[in-house]
């Protein structure tokens, strides 16, 4: 190893217990430069997260050597000094928070390395500031969202301050800014701190900014290269399990149209390439014809209206915080609707009012109205409604309610608790109908086993604890549509998985939404997720609804959508770059919907 290499893995092999002989690692030789930007891309279960694992120590190798800052890994004596300067961001915070006050779950990493008071106190604050978490410093991280913890994991790695530094999927449950500010704080620690940096992740945007990327695919590094030349591989991407950019699909659907584009990787490149094919067929300050939003016909017998709906964590204590500030929104039967915003901005507290897994205060048993005095109004109480369930009635049948409203909540591990896969998809259907025989409670968990996409002789005595994150979002979703619910609801149900996992998941979305399922609500960062799939959409900011219309109208609003610290769909912003230069594209924000437009304004240049 010489003075220039930060990372060195020799032919590496790695198998979990219980695995049969298969190796997670299987003769991995990998050198990462120091100062290096390394992204590590790959489907779930491709083993890079076992290779960041491998790297400080956390798991031990089978075979093989790994040297660490010319430092022998599996000598026992290396383990401290290596952890000192290897810190990894897991992607899921929980597992990293260990303290009641974030100050103090920033400052345990350089306690236990022996960094001094006063030099804490400024690591603390630099870490939250760099994380855009300053504010949070004495809140509790119990009562933070998904995205908030995340950024206070990353915050205790920086306080660190490691040469080299690991995310694997850190930024999966961010929303776009909490994104592009902690990805920032990154390039920055990276280009100008010459910190080493791994990437493990699943967004393609990302793994652009890195000077190298490899690619897995069970425990093998299958490709390696620059960024671009990765994902010109195309056909070869798809064999290892991953979808091609959805960038490089609309060049490939624009050149099979006769165009000649370049594989680029920026919208604004794509933009000016459309712009030159367009010129050479002399057209210039086109306008498509206008975009054709989705409409459903609604029976709207499961329509769901809320109406003032407030809430407060932890009301009358010194952590009290206002998640919701007067909700007013209505979802049509028959939607695939999105709820996006800002990490804290209410979106998880809102659905999880819409099961009564928090109830409405005049729901509850104790609540008694409070007089109101002589002159003055009387207090405006919240109203949900979910078909015929009136919420804010304490006699409503919430049990009835909660087999007809389903969710699948963030971090789906935190659903499953049974021993088997089979007792973990029947526990619902069994406590919701216990007049079912063995015979068809059987039959409907093999079914809903079937349906989320697994083999049910395979998992169904497996512990759900054994599997991978993909197969586990699966069974949560399988122990959620066994009582096959009007209403489903999923809390970023995509985040996390790999892009086919992702397309699967939305796939099988749209599957039990066009069978039986009246509507589909899904709770997400991904902007182009939405724009592909939902047929209306509510933007939350600040614990209120900004917004709330079908994705080509909410998108229109760029500026806006940006300013709330969101993003908009790669369409979005190659339109905007596309009407710089007089060429206008409606579209409904879809990558088909945008390719169809294109191949529409070029075939009606003049020498078509």
Sequence with gaps: ?????????????????????VFAVNGVSLTVKKGEFLSVIGHNGSGKSTLARLTNGLLEADAGKITVLGLDVAEGKNSLEIRKHVGIVFQNPDNQMV???????VAFGPENIGIEREEIGRRIEWALKAVGMEEYRRSTPTRLSGGQKQRIAVAGVLAVKPEILILDESTAMLDPKGRREVIEVVRRLNKEEGITVILITHFMEEALLADRAIVMNRGEIVLQGTPEEIFESGDRLEMYNLCLPRITEIINTLNGAGMKLDNVLRPEELADGIIKNLSARGISNAKSSPASPAEINSPHEWDID?????????????????????????????????????????????????????????????????????????PVLPEITVGQFNLADK???????????????????????????????????????????????????????????????????????????GQKRRVA???????????????????????????EIMELLHKLHREWCNTVIIVSHDMDEVAENCTKAAVIAGGEVVFAESPSKLFARGNEILSLGLDVPLTSKIC?????????VECDCTAEDFSRKIIEIYGGGENA
């Design 1 to 21: 190893m010489t003075e220039q290499e930060a990372i060195v893995f020799e032919n590496v092999k790695f198998s979990y217990p219980g695995s049969d002989g």
């Design 99 to 105: 303290a009641s006050i974030v100050e103090d779950d």
């Design 306 to 378: 809320v109406k003032n709906l407030t809430f407060t964590y932890s009301k009358k204590s010194p952590f009290a915080t206002k998640a919701l500030k007067g909700i007013n929104l209505h979802i049509d039967d028959g939607e695939f609707f999105g709820i996006i915003g800002h990490t804290g901005s209410g979106k998880s507290t809102l659905v999880q009012h819409l099961n009564a897994l928090i109830k409405l205060p005049q729901a509850e048993k104790k609540y008694r109205r409070k007089k109101v005095k002589k002159g003055r109004p009387a």
């Design 395 to 469: 006699k409503t049948d919430f049990k009835a309610l909660r087999a007809n409203v389903g969710m699948v909540f963030q971090y789906p591990e935190y659903q499953l608790f049974a021993e088997s896969v089979f007792a973990d998809v029947a526990f619902g259907l069994k406590n919701f109908n216990k007049k079912l025989s063995a015979e068809e409670v059987e039959k409907a968990v093999r079914e809903s086993i079937e349906i989320v996409g697994l083999d049910y002789n395979e998992v169904k005595d497996k512990s759900p604890f054994d599997l991978s994150g």
């Design 477 to 503: 979703i399988a122990g959620v549509i066994v009582t096959k619910p009007r209403i489903l609801i999923l809390d970023e149900p995509a985040a996390g998985l790999d892009p086919l996992g992702k397309k």
């Design 576 to 584: 905007a770059e596309l009407e710089k230069s007089g060429v206008e």
